[in-house]
């Protein structure tokens, strides 16, 4: 297995528009994030994964892009890009980018020009298709923020492709100047020194030219087996690979729903020349009960099934990136722990554990390294994301099921739980903002922010500091083999770590009930690396507390 600097990195998710605001305008920016890398170095992490900052409409909060070599301008400007990248720079933390090219703005130039006519030498950017009549779109493929996939343009009477919502017009990547564009874009920002990208629904770019009607689940076909893993995703990312990816050492990692490890084997395997890593998505869309909506947990022996899945078959083949959480999902504390104020803590730290000591590059999200909670909803006023605010019209208005069937599900999984702003401190709005934030602040902001965890050494935050200490020193955790233990358990995550002649053994109570461990022989009187609760690991037998996490070292 090669040793890369990106294995090794812990990488930090930053969604711009809620980290931190420095104008007042009540919306987070760039300014905002040069001014907390400081924070972020002393946290100690390695690279910060930037969401969308280009010109954007917001139709999507930055991934319908307008222009790709534009900042927003309620985010700052280049100048400010620049200065950014320049102080994180110094501080030794890398800066990798959102590359969204599956589709873009209907207001980028590229789209405007391509809906004049069907001789505009953009027409072939996107893609274009005659409906069956004039009323009925091409095939029966719904979007996935809801509603056909298809919209008509009465400009040239033909419908055109969005796969998400209808101001994200899919780019159509069998033309060869829309990969040159793509890939000519990407060399300026290389060129600009930014160290790397994360592909939004990169799996989805090549389509199956016939585009046939998909198996009817909800309101809408199937698009899947259609446009996710198309016919040239391969052909086109090595081709990415060639002309960008491998002149520059950057990292990459794609966003691939529905990915099987097989198929992560391709876009990720060691000697592909794709992509350094994929986002699978298993363990966080398995517990859907309406499409993706749901209120229950994912049962614990079938998160480990996944999970541990994943590490044995991507082991020494492909890398594996780790997350809880990120921008699309609910909080992690609120998910799979509790947030109940008696395991909150615990919670939050023993969920840390049991991800950070796994193979792969580790995520976290902005505001998990404090604990940060799912939002107390009251009421449809309170959504500002386009996927809560569609999907309520496609269940409830329309008479599918009933308010309270549904919203359970909707304050459970809605995306806005991740995107309420980072609390910084006890000051009102949490210290995002001096103005109005454009999304409410989560009112336990008093007792969940920054300012109190970076002051308390036995705070989620320090937690999360000494467990990205812990992969610097001991190769173990980056490098060693995985091993599940104790798979029949309902309340017990355990697992064993192997490098030559180290091995680490990490124990993580997913339970809310006092449980008891027997601690495997060459571990009694092993080294503890780090635990969540007071307590001495030398017996043989262990009473563990609720949520309780420990790793031992020999
Ligand atoms: C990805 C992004 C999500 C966005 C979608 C469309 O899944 O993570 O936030 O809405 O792509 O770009
Ligand atoms: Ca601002």
Redesign the pocket.
């Given at each position: 297995m090669n040793k890369t600097w990106w294995k090794e990195s812990v990488i930090y998710q930053i969604y711009p528009r809620s980290f931190m605001d420095s104008n007042a305008d009540g919306i987070g920016d760039i300014k905002g994030i040069t001014g907390k890398l400081d924070y972020l170095k002393y946290l100690g992490i390695d690279v910060i994964w930037l969401?969308p900052v280009y010109q954007s409409p917001n139709d999507?909060?930055g991934?319908?892009i307008s222009d790709y070599q534009a900042i927003m301008t309620e985010f700052g400007t280049m100048e400010d890009f620049d200065e950014m990248l320049k102080v994180a720079h110094a501080r030794g933390i890398r800066i990798v980018m959102?590359l969204?090219v599956?589709?873009t703005s209907d207001e980028h130039k590229w789209f405007m020009e391509s809906r004049k006519s069907k001789e505009n030498k953009y027409r072939d950017y996107y893609i274009w298709r005659e409906g069956k009549s004039s009323s009925t779109p091409p095939n029966n493929w719904g979007a996935?923020?809801g509603g056909s996939a298809w919209e008509y343009d009465k400009q040239t009477d033909m419908y055109y492709l969005h796969?998400?919502s209808k101001k994200?017009p899919d780019l159509n990547w069998d033309c060869p100047d829309v990969r040159k564009e793509v890939f000519d874009m990407m060399t300026w920002w290389c060129e600009k020194g930014i160290d790397g990208f994360r592909m939004?629904?990169i799996s989805m770019i090549s389509k199956t030219k016939e585009m046939p009607d998909g198996e009817v689940h909800d309101l809408y076909g199937d698009f899947n087996p259609y446009c996710v893993h198309g016919p040239n995703v391969h052909k086109y990312l090595q081709e990415m690979n060639e002309k960008v990816l491998s002149k520059y050492d950057i990292m990459t990692v794609g966003?691939t729903?529905g990915v099987t490890p097989k198929q992560a084997r391709l876009y990720a395997g060691e000697d592909r020349n794709e992509l350094n890593m994929v986002f699978q998505f298993e363990h966080v869309e398995s517990d859907g009960k309406y499409g993706k909506w749901t209120d229950r947990k994912l049962p614990l022996k079938t998160l480990k099934e996944i999970m541990s899945r994943w590490q044995t078959e991507l082991y020494g083949q492909a890398w594996n990136s780790l997350f809880w959480d990120?921008?699309?999902q609910p909080r992690a504390v609120s998910r799979f722990g509790s947030d109940h104020p008696t395991y909150r803590e615990s919670s939050a730290k023993m969920l840390a554990t049991c991800l950070h000591m796994m193979q792969g590059t580790p995520y976290i999200y902005q505001g998990e390294e404090l604990g940060m909670t799912n939002y107390p909803f009251q009421s449809m006023q309170d959504f500002k994301d386009?996927?809560s605010i569609h999907a309520y019209e496609e269940w409830c208005k329309s008479g599918r099921l009933s308010h309270d069937t549904f919203w359970p599900c909707l304050t459970f999984k809605s995306?806005d739980n991740a995107r309420t702003p980072m609390q910084w401190d006890d000051t009102e709005h949490a210290g995002f903002t001096s103005g109005t934030p454009w999304i409410a602040v989560n009112p336990n902001y008093t007792q969940i922010n920054a300012k109190l965890q970076t002051h308390d050494p036995d705070s989620v935050f320090h937690y999360y500091k000494k467990l990205i200490a812990l992969r610097k020193q001991y190769p173990v955790i980056v490098y060693g083999k995985y091993e599940l233990l104790c798979p029949e358990s309902d309340d017990l995550f355990v697992y064993t770590r192997t490098l030559e002649d180290t091995k680490m053994l990490v124990v993580c109570s997913f339970t809310e009930k006092n449980t008891t461990f027997e601690i495997p022989e060459p571990f009694t009187n092993a080294q503890c690396l780090i635990s969540n609760m007071n307590h001495s690991y030398q017996n043989k037998t262990i009473q563990l507390q609720p949520y309780e996490a420990f790793v031992l070292f020999i």
């Open positions: 969401s999507d909060n991934y319908d959102d969204v599956n589709h996935c923020f796969l998400f994200q939004d629904v966003e729903s990120n921008h699309d386009i996927e995306r």
